[in-house]
């Protein structure tokens, strides 16, 4: 017999009504007092992250004006205009003087590092001389940019500490493009007048200037070419069409995409560019008069009436020995479209089960089973009629990616087995074997949200391994790329990320203030676990996020064992903006250079980009 | 500046330079034409018989002057872009090539080196290399010259 089932304690006597009221009612006052203070911290944050965002802004507004003025004075000559903006007892010590150091060439062009030379200290005079001398270089300015970098200090209405950057493009007195980025340490002091600002001290932190002869990268006027060509917005993404349903409107700026392609197998490259109304497919003529030359073939072609649009992708799906196309589109059936192997397309995609109607921004194609046809990996965006970007360092409640494969006479979503449907808002994606292993990996770049880098397991599955590869990088990711930039025959990674170049907008107070609007809403609670997974991922670190989402594109060096190592110094960091990016030998010196939709950056062996 | 957003790399004109396609979001295209002081290059376009057509996937190491370059064929990467498919190297001063690897997506890997490279590719155009027409049993296939139009530079 088992043994006896102990007695059950004697109930204790229950306490009087009044003794657990009064209970209750501290608890609730020790909470009621502790909202009230809460609620007052809260307030009293958001007033100085009120503060802080417009001195920002009023700083921002200053820089603008700064910029005007370098314009006006190299109009006039005079740089009276431009010392207005320093503080009239403008003193800097030990700034000693800015000055070009000696050029390197690289890719046909000139590159002049700016150096401070010698430690004096530097007054009005010095500046004075030292301004007259660069305006002066200038013999016409068509481009300047003035931004805050980084906020190092800031006392709202009193002074500043702050990184700024000055891109300044135009041409030299000799007939070269000239682009200027100047990096400085600025101490702004508030003008007599309430608004104003002045610089009190500066610094050069770094800059560079690329010269390049006038003939190099030469803009054509499209229509010289035959391509009388403009992209319009889908509308039915139209905000001012849809103010009330859309609740992501900015989905209608993200559309753009091109394909340079050989679709009629005559060897040179045709353009398809994806349009919101009316995508367009040029065919190229061959060079004539030292340019080439395109002609409209959209209706020959049989391609006419291809709206919301983002991507269009040409390739030899069924192996039958001429280019197809898959278009990708936005909250519209996908499509697939035959070339009958005469440069007519016919529209399938529903016979072949590619007519899936979700938000569709880019493509990538990969023979991820090495079966030797070619399946299509679709970033699948959020549908911005239903949802926004909730957290947007992390977005998750995008629809999922797609992985579709290629089974000759069907396409198999086979998203759920294979592991690949990440629910960021995708934007980019590029297929490449980071590993070597011959087995094709996958990259996505989210939207708000962190990067995915998916590593075939060679079974029809993959792993993100973003994370253990160290290429999670929670910007807001715009472009990706695979290329062996160092040629060490490793593919390394580009990942384009918005940036307006201002990383004050994710400095701290900003992020904080972030955090406290998102615990006034509905979604803190639903949130809460993304926000765990945030912090399993990247640990207590969680609190740079703002920096690391503002500092923009990122170059990762494939360390051959699996892992990268992002390029902090390179310049490609720098490059402000992006969408899309591209490895390619610009000028034919046998290494990969880096093109950003924003500008060029060339490379050269043994040196960083 | 305008708005870009995909960027697309081709050899528009056939002057052995790369060429560049910048889609605007609503605004016209960019198009960059390549005018950078002229250096050697060569183009290779890879047809698959056992792997893709396309050849997507397959990774080409080229040696010159004891470097070596590697290039993967893909198709569609950055944003919602496509770049011409042939793989482009320039060469800079280099005259000539030394080694040629292709890995193709089947998992055949081939090449040619020295001499016997030389003799099958020239420099300063583009060339289509089937799948499998470097192996020794077949080299009679290797190299075929792309057709005139695709010379482009080559004349």
Known sequence: ?609 | MADGRGVGVGDLDGDGRLDLVVANNNAPPSIYVNRLPPAGWVRLELLGRRSNRDAVGARVRLTIAGRTMTRWVEAGSGYAAQSAFPLHFGLGAARRLERLEIAWPSGLVEGLEGDALAARLSLGRAWRLEEGSLTPRDRRLAAVPASPAAGGGGH
Not at chain 1, 143 to 165: F, H, M, N
Not at chain 1, 316 to 331: P, S, T
Not at chain 1, 407 to 417: E, K, L, P
């Open chain 1, 1 to 609: 017999m088992r043994d006896a089932i102990p007695e059950a304690p004697a109930t204790q006597p229950r306490r009087p009504a009044w003794r657990r009221w009064r209970r209750s009612g501290v608890v609730a006052a020790v909470l009621l007092a502790a909202l009230a203070v809460a609620y007052h911290q809260l307030a009293a944050r958001d007033r100085q992250h009120a503060r802080f965002y417009q001195a920002g802004q009023s700083i921002n507004g200053f820089l603008g004006e700064y910029c005007a003025a370098l314009e006006a004075a190299r109009q006039s000559g005079r740089v009276d205009p431009l010392l207005a903006f320093y503080h009239p007892a403008y003193h800097a010590p030990g700034r000693g003087r800015e000055v070009w150091g000696e050029s390197r060439r690289l890719a046909g062009a000139e590159v002049y590092p700016r150096r401070r030379s010698g430690t004096a200290d530097a007054g009005l005079d010095e500046l004075r001389r030292e301004l007259s001398t660069y305006v002066g270089e200038l013999a016409a300015i068509d481009r300047t940019s003035c931004k805050i970098d980084l906020i190092e200090a800031l006392e709202p209405g009193a002074s500043a500490r702050l990184t700024v950057k000055r891109i300044v493009a135009g041409s030299d007195h000799r007939g070269r493009r000239l682009e200027d980025r100047l990096f400085s340490r600025w101490q702004l002091v508030a003008g007599a007048d309430a608004a104003g600002w002045r610089i009190a001290a500066d610094r050069l932190v770094e800059g560079v200037r690329v010269a390049a002869p006038a003939a190099s990268l030469v803009a054509v006027d499209p229509r010289r070419l035959g391509i009388d060509y403009a992209h319009q917005r889908n509308p039915h993404v139209d905000m001012k069409a849809h103010r009330r349903e859309l609740k992501f409107g900015v989905i209608q700026h993200a559309a753009g995409g091109v394909a340079v392609a050989d679709y009629d197998g005559d060897g040179r490259p045709d353009l398809l560019f994806l349009d919101g109304r009316r995508s367009r497919l040029y065919r190229n003529l061959g060079p004539a008069g030292g340019l080439p030359r395109f002609a409209d073939v959209t209706r020959d072609a049989g391609l006419d009436g291809i709206d919301r649009a983002h991507v269009g992708l040409f390739a030899d799906f069924d192996n039958d020995g001429d280019r197809d196309l898959f278009v990708g589109r936005y909250l519209a059936p996908n499509q697939y479209w035959q070339n009958a192997g005469d440069g007519t397309f016919t529209e399938i995609g529903a016979d072949l089960g590619l007519d899936l109607a979700v938000p569709t921004t880019a493509a990538t194609l990969l023979d991820f089973d090495r079966d030797g046809d070619l399946d299509l990996y679709l970033a699948v965006n959020g549908n911005a009629f239903e949802a926004f970007p909730r957290l947007p360092f992390f977005a998750q409640n995008g629809e999922p990616n797609r992985l579709l494969r290629n089974d000759g006479d069907r396409f198999t979503d086979v998203t759920r087995a294979s592991g690949t449907g990440d629910t960021g808002w995708g934007l980019a994606t590029a297929s490449g074997d980071y590993d070597g292993d011959g087995w094709p990996d996958l990259a996505v770049a989210n939207d708000f949200g962190k990067k995915c880098l998916y590593r075939n397991n060679r079974d029809g599955t993959f792993t993100d391994v973003a994370k253990e590869a160290g290429v999670l990088d929670f910007g807001p990711g715009m472009g990706v790329a695979f290329g062996d930039y160092d040629g060490d025959g490793w593919a390394d990674l580009y990942t384009a990320n918005v940036n307006s170049n201002q990383r004050w907008f994710g400095e701290d107070e900003t992020v904080a203030q972030y955090l406290r609007n998102v615990l006034r809403t509905r979604y803190a609670l639903a949130d809460a676990g993304e926000y765990w997974r945030v912090y399993r991922l990247i640990g207590s670190r969680w609190w740079q996020l703002g920096k690391q989402i503002g500092e923009g594109n990122s170059l990762f060096h494939n360390n051959g064992d699996g892992t990268f190592t992002e390029q902090r110094d390179s310049h490609a960091e720098r490059a402000g903006w992006g969408w899309g990016v591209a490895f390619f030998d610009l000028d034919n010196d046998a290494d990969v250079d880096l093109y950003a939709a924003n500008g060029w950056i060339s490379n050269t062996p043994g040196t960083d980009l």
